[in-house]
């Protein structure tokens, strides 16, 4: 593309100006947007750090729709997918005059399945309440109008009702070019699309299982394409790390009977008891989880593969549940042919006991039976979870730089970007988590004034966050605050027993004091709920863990206020995290340094950004761990955060969040100025 066309583009009298009120030229964005412009001309990696405010979606969509080549969109979340197909995307386009083809592609779990759906209609005692008839009512009209299939489209069935689990497919019972309703099916559809569209706009679940897949030699997931973005980036390792793992859940192993037996009676009635060959799985994944029951009492509710409690017994009942796994799969193998749905049955089992016996490799004794085909799979964490309502064994890869590298064509661009990627500037973390050696690195800092609007306060007198005396005490120190906020108020905390704990003490000081606001706590409703709740109430109290530290976009003065309780460091009971520290440790490096601390400023950067989202907003971010300004590695932490004025003075907050701006000449605090 001409290199004045940009220029033009992103200008204050340019197509973008027209075509968004309130639009205005920012320079950094239309740097953005020629650093991405060079990266797809020379076919290279850019790693794009765009503090909030710069307009990155904009910034990397422009290039990829002027390139002409053919661009994959991955997303954090379904639902920046869908904003991005149904808003963004389209507006540019328009304003543009692009013709620019686009598609939308999600997991086949987002999609309606005709076949299953159908099952469902036809065996009423699959349904488990009067609301799930309702629901199935309401996505049988939906399947025969709606021209995707995409749940997301009908608001009126929550995205999380189980229901949804019976009528969507999966890889292992989706009976492909045998299913009767092949030529209807919203999957192929929608594959079908991807191909032919010049942009695919898809999240990172699906790229990394279309990753996880091509390890395993499969390719029809996603299309080829010259270039990909990934928009809200730093989410990638973790994902990755997920879905190049594997899990079992007690819970499919039971759908798994409740299949077997309900196939075998209706299509091969004489073929065997299949009431007995269910029954042995359901009972055998019965006793293993009894066989590690005591993990259910350890913090976490986890433990790793070598620190099983009572490992014996545990090992016998896997071997046991292998077992009967593999008498049912020769038994539906011999009955395959006779219907789907044994068929299906069949590969389901094959598939589960897989992954199980690549779980119990190697054994305590390490002899491991796949040690020829691991190849470059490299080490291997192993866990259990077990809870009250769930057992889940789990394995995932040490470190996914590797595989993650390697699946870049070599005529491919790559652009990577997040407002949060860097540790005070430094991209090494997250080019060493992914393998991004070759990658460019370029980083812009939010146009926003955090000088003039914001403030940060790590308040002085705190007890250190590991004392029993500090929820009462930072719920005390709350209070006034709240009472002087005129805006919002986001308590994020570092745990769901904080969440409790300080919701119940804000409860009591609410009621005590007098204090009419609403107060919302993660865990009473579902997320989405919650956020349209205290966004509507304008001066609600919202306490929270995990899901609110990022992807919250809460603009004015529905939000002024953010409160941390703790600094976000992973807790130590992670299998994961306490493998790579392991390691870290074994070849001498530094485990706090190289990955607790860069995970934990990269989360802190995410919950101190839910404060400024607009040029107009303002408000404090406080954070109650006095770790921050008085621990030598805090300096990292602070400083990597957008330039807040700073103070430790609780009162300073109280006039500033009363006089709803920041006062002219707003000292520092001699603490955070000695750290510096």
């Known amino acids: 593309m001409p290199e004045h066309e940009l220029d033009h583009i992103f200008s204050a009298d340019g197509p973008l100006a027209s075509a968004a009120p309130g639009y205005r030229p920012r320079q950094a964005q239309l740097e953005m947007a020629q650093a ?3 990266a797809i001309r020379d076919r290279a990696t850019l790693i794009a750090e765009a503090g909030t405010g710069t307009g990155k979606t904009w910034a990397y969509l422009v290039p990829a729709f002027l390139s002409g080549v053919k661009v994959l969109v991955s997303t954090g979340t379904r639902t920046l997918q869908d904003q991005l197909f149904r808003r963004d995307i389209p507006r540019l386009r328009d304003a543009l005059g692009a013709p620019v083809t686009v598609a939308l592609l999600k997991g086949r779990s987002n999609y309606v399945c005709h076949y299953h759906l159908d099952r469902l209609q036809h065996d009423e005692r699959a349904l488990r309440s009067r609301s799930e008839v309702t629901q199935l009512r309401a996505i049988t009209v939906f399947a025969g109008r709606t021209r995707s299939g995409d749940r997301a489209e009908l608001a009126e069935v929550p995205e999380d009702a189980d229901i949804w689990n019976r009528v969507t497919s999966t890889r292992e019972n989706c009976l492909g070019q045998d299913c009767p309703h092949v030529k209807d099916c919203f999957v192929l559809k929608a594959r079908r699309q991807a191909q032919e569209a010049d942009l695919v706009v898809v999240n990172h679940a699906l790229f990394m299982a279309d990753l996880a897949l091509r390890e395993d030699g499969i390719t029809d997931l996603l299309p080829s394409v010259d270039l990909v973005v990934f928009d809200e980036a730093h989410q990638l390792p973790d994902v990755a790390t997920r879905f190049l793992g594997t899990s079992v859940s007690a819970h499919q192993l039971l759908d798994l009977c409740r299949n ?21 799985i359901e009972t055998a994944t019965r006793d293993l989880r009894l066989a590690c029951a005591a993990v259910s009492r350890l913090p976490g509710q986890k433990a790793a593969f070598h620190a099983i409690p009572e490992a014996e017994p545990f090992d016998e009942a896997l071997g046991q549940l292998l077992q009967a796994l593999e008498g049912a799969i020769q038994l539906l193998d011999v009955v395959a042919e006779k219907h789907p749905d044994l068929a299906t049955a069949g590969r389901t089992a094959l598939e589960l006991r897989a992954r199980l016996f690549q779980w119990s490799q190697p054994d305590r004794q390490g002899n491991d039976a796949l040690a020829e085909r691991r190849g470059e799979a490299g080490d291997a964490v192993r866990w259990v979870e077990h809870g009250t309502h769930h057992l889940r064994l789990h394995s995932a890869p040490l470190a996914v730089d590797k595989v993650f590298s390697r699946y870049r064509a070599a005529d491919q661009a790559w652009v990577f970007t997040s407002a949060t990627l860097s540790v005070h500037g430094d991209f090494g973390h997250f080019i060493r988590q992914l393998g991004l050696w070759e990658a460019r690195c370029m980083r812009w800092e939010s146009p926003f004034d955090y000088a003039g609007k914001a403030l940060l ?46 919701g119940d003490l804000l409860w009591e000081h609410f009621q005590d004091n007098g204090i009419d606001r609403p107060l919302f706590r993660q865990g009473e409703l579902s997320r989405r ?8 109430a304008r001066n609600g109290v919202l306490v929270g863990s995990a899901s609110f530290w990022e992807g919250i976009d809460v603009p004015g003065d529905a939000l002024t206020l953010v409160a941390i309780d703790k600094l976000p460091f992973a807790p130590p009971d992670d299998p994961v995290l306490e493998a790579r520290l392991r390691a870290c440790r074994e070849r001498g490096g530094n485990p706090f340094m190289e990955f607790q601390l860069p995970e934990a400023a990269i989360a802190l950067k995410q919950g101190a950004g839910r404060l400024i989202r607009t040029e107009a907003d303002w408000g404090v971010l406080l954070v109650a761990d006095a770790r921050m300004v008085e ?24 006039r500033f969040l009363k006089e709803g701006q920041a006062p002219e000449g707003l000292p520092e605090s001699d603490a955070m100025i000695r750290t510096s």
């Not at 077997?260 to 008891?273: F, K, S």
């Not at 590991?466 to 805006?487: D, K, M, Q, T, Y």
């Open 631 to 654: 621990k030598r590695y805090g300096r990292l932490l602070w400083r990597g955060l957008p330039p807040f004025r700073r103070t430790r003075d609780v009162d300073e907050v109280r």
């Open 529 to 536: 709920v919650l956020l349209e709740r205290f966004i509507a």
């Open 260 to 280: 077997i037996e309900a196939a075998g009676l209706a299509h091969a009635r004489e073929a065997t008891n299949w009431t007995n060959v269910a029954r042995a």
């Open 36 to 38: 991405i412009e060079s």
């Open 457 to 502: 306060c790590v308040p002085s007198g705190l007890p250190e966050t590991h004392s029993r005396e500090f929820n009462e005490r930072f719920a005390e120190l709350l209070v006034p605050l709240i009472e002087a906020c005129p805006g919002g108020v986001l308590v994020l905390c570092t745990t769901l027993r904080s969440v409790d704990h300080l």
